[in-house]
């Protein structure tokens, strides 16, 4: 299994950006999976995002983004994006999408919940 997030670079606050995550060895197709994006900056926990479960299609996102910030997941590409609007310097970190498997509604937002994690990919918005 094999997860390469990408699309990450330099913006302005207000600006948007798109991230994507291929998934290789699984696909999204499988209703026992759940994508997540979690992000992280340098000498801070890593902040919950977004995810989607696949059974119900559920999704939940993390307080700072919500309203800004939409993940779906392209089953014919096996990819999970992310779409990110109305960027602020707070958004500046580096993003990692990651899978699990069999997750209740409650564990979605927790990073000990997901198995496959790939590298991260860096957004830094300027102000």
């Known amino acids: 299994v094999q997860l390469q997030a990408f699309g990450g670079g330099l913006v302005q606050a207000g600006d948007s950006l798109r991230l994507s995550c291929a998934a290789s060895?699984?696909?999204?197709?499988?209703?026992?999976?759940?994508m997540s994006w979690f992000r992280q900056v340098p000498g801070k926990e890593r902040e919950f995002v977004a995810a989607?479960?696949?059974?119900?299609?559920?999704?939940k996102y993390g307080d700072s983004v919500k309203g800004r910030f939409a993940i779906s997941r392209d089953n014919a590409k096996n990819t999970v994006n992310l779409q990110m609007n109305s960027l602020n310097p707070e958004d500046t970190a580096v993003y990692y999408c990651?899978?699990?498997?069999?997750?209740?509604?409650?564990?979605?937002?927790?990073?000990?919940?997901?198995?496959?994690w790939g590298q991260g990919t860096l957004v830094t918005v300027s102000s």
């Open positions: 990651a899978a699990g498997w069999r997750l209740i509604l409650s564990s979605m937002k927790t990073d000990q919940a997901y198995d496959t």
């Open positions: 989607i479960r696949g059974r119900d299609n559920n999704i």
């Open positions: 060895g699984i696909t999204l197709r499988d209703r026992d999976l759940t």
